[in-house]
């Protein structure tokens, strides 16, 4: 919807794509008349884009995205929210990777654009830090399922892993451990998140090692003593 006036409403479409019966349903819902108006020689692109932007202030429910995103149709949006209100409790989220409608992948993007968050894709990146990595207990990092990497186009920003929303206190704390002024929560997959924890752990293991190793060949060498 672009202009609204009185007791109509202007609605671009992409591609032509103004389907009668969609419109009617629009209409009904919005309680206006409505006059379609398709910019034919803009790709579908562009206006998914311009719907984007729109609601980028505005959190939008997780089926709501699944939509927008032509991840799911209205029937099968429709058949997940009536299981959903069979099975009071189970997340939107579940049913449709039950029914074989989303991959995980789709579902986490979907996950990380209804939170705000950027999505990255772990297998494509390789930037473990075990500087800051060692400023945690391992406890800490697999109970919160976060890892810090580091935001190499700004000194007082660290972005943090994750595979969930960020508690505020978690934030905070991880601001206060490594003296950063801003935290960018980063979106990833679960399987991919907890395999980075897991090596991460396993190279600052090696390096204790390796540096325990070299005290000692010192110390052997009388060149240090244990004071």
Same mark, same amino acid.
């Given at each position: 919807?672009?202009? =609204? =006036?009185?007791?109509?409403?202007? !609605? /671009?479409?992409?591609? #032509?794509?103004d389907d009668p019966l969609r419109l009617g349903e629009i209409s009904n819902d919005l309680n206006l008349r409505l006059i379609p108006y398709s910019f034919k020689k803009y790709p579908e692109q562009i206006v998914k884009k311009a719907? $984007?932007?729109? &609601?980028? #202030?505005?959190?939008?429910?997780?089926?709501? !995205?699944?939509? !927008?995103?032509? /991840?799911? *149709? *209205?029937?099968?949006?429709?058949?997940?929210? %009536?299981?959903?209100?069979?099975?009071?409790?189970?997340?939107? #989220?579940?049913?449709?990777?039950?029914?074989?409608?989303?991959?995980?992948?789709?579902?986490?993007?979907? @996950?990380?654009?209804?939170?705000? &968050?950027p999505f990255l894709d772990l297998e494509a990146a390789n930037f473990l830090d075990l500087g800051l990595i060692s400023k945690f207990s391992e406890e800490f990092i697999r109970e919160n399922n976060v890892l810090p990497v580091p935001?190499?186009?700004?000194?007082? $920003?660290?972005?943090?892993?994750? *595979?969930?929303?960020?508690?505020?206190? !978690?934030?905070?704390?991880?601001?206060?451990?490594?003296?950063?002024?801003?935290?960018?929560?980063?979106? +990833?997959?679960?399987?991919?998140?907890? %395999?980075?924890? &897991? +090596?991460?752990?396993?190279? @600052?293991? $090696? @390096?204790?090692? %390796?540096?325990?190793? /070299? #005290?000692?060949?010192?110390?052997?060498?009388?060149? /240090? +003593?244990?004071?």
């Amino acid at each position: 919807p672009v202009l =609204h =006036h009185n007791d109509s409403v202007v !609605i /671009i479409t992409a591609n #032509g794509d103004d389907d009668p019966l969609r419109l009617g349903e629009i209409s009904n819902d919005l309680n206006l008349r409505l006059i379609p108006y398709s910019f034919k020689k803009y790709p579908e692109q562009i206006v998914k884009k311009a719907v $984007e932007d729109f &609601y980028r #202030g505005k959190k939008l429910r997780f089926g709501e !995205i699944l939509l !927008i995103n032509n /991840i799911i *149709d *209205d029937a099968k949006l429709m058949e997940v929210l %009536r299981l959903q209100k069979d099975s009071p409790g189970k997340k939107i #989220g579940d049913i449709v990777k039950e029914m074989g409608y989303a991959s995980e992948l789709q579902l986490q993007q979907t @996950f990380a654009k209804q939170l705000g &968050y950027p999505f990255l894709d772990l297998e494509a990146a390789n930037f473990l830090d075990l500087g800051l990595i060692s400023k945690f207990s391992e406890e800490f990092i697999r109970e919160n399922n976060v890892l810090p990497v580091p935001k190499t186009d700004a000194s007082d $920003e660290v972005m943090v892993l994750s *595979d969930r929303q960020i508690d505020r206190k !978690i934030v905070e704390e991880i601001k206060s451990k490594l003296g950063v002024k801003k935290i960018v929560p980063v979106m +990833t997959l679960k399987e991919e998140l907890e %395999r980075a924890i &897991y +090596t991460s752990f396993c190279r @600052f293991d $090696e @390096f204790q090692q %390796r540096e325990k190793s /070299i #005290g000692q060949i010192l110390l052997d060498k009388k060149m /240090i +003593t244990k004071e």
